[in-house]
Nanobody
Framework: QVQLVESGGGVVQPGGSLRLSCTVS????????IAWFRQAPGKEREGVSC????????NYTDSVKGRFTISKDDAKNTVYLQMNNLKAEDTAVYYC?????????????????????WGKGTLVTVSS
């Protein structure tokens, strides 16, 4: 059974940091691309970061470059999203998803419909 479970969300002040985790089961992590998406109320789901299968090359949307870092530990079946210098506009539910045969590299970020399985999300609230 394929499952992805996000954790680590919470309430932080602007400028603060959080580390999200996506623990997966039911598939071999190193053979799948993993992407983080977020969705704020009234807005479309948007890609945040992804990491490729195999070599694990990261990619980021422009709005989080320099602030967020994606990484993974295949042995722990876990993907992380380290979020630093958080801003109010980062407030959203954050989801992780896997993608079979989904490209994720420095020149391509997959849209939501290219992902296969999704977690239920974890809420990040950035507020004073």
């Amino acid at each position: 059974q394929v499952q992805l479970v996000e954790s680590g969300g919470g309430v932080v002040q602007p400028g603060g940091s959080l580390r999200l985790s996506c623990t997966v089961s039911g598939f071999t992590l190193r053979y799948y691309a993993i992407a983080w998406f977020r969705q704020a109320p009234g807005k479309e789901r948007e890609g945040v970061s992804c990491i490729s299968s195999g070599d694990g090359v990261p990619n980021y949307t422009d709005s989080v470059k320099g602030r967020f870092t994606i990484s993974k530990d295949d042995a722990k079946n876990t993907v992380y999203l380290q979020m630093n210098n958080l801003k109010a506009e980062d407030t959203a539910v954050y989801y992780c998803a896997n993608g079979r045969n989904t490209l994720c590299n420095g020149n391509y970020f997959p849209p939501p419909h290219r992902m296969d399985y999704w977690g239920k999300g974890t809420l990040v609230t950035v507020s004073s």
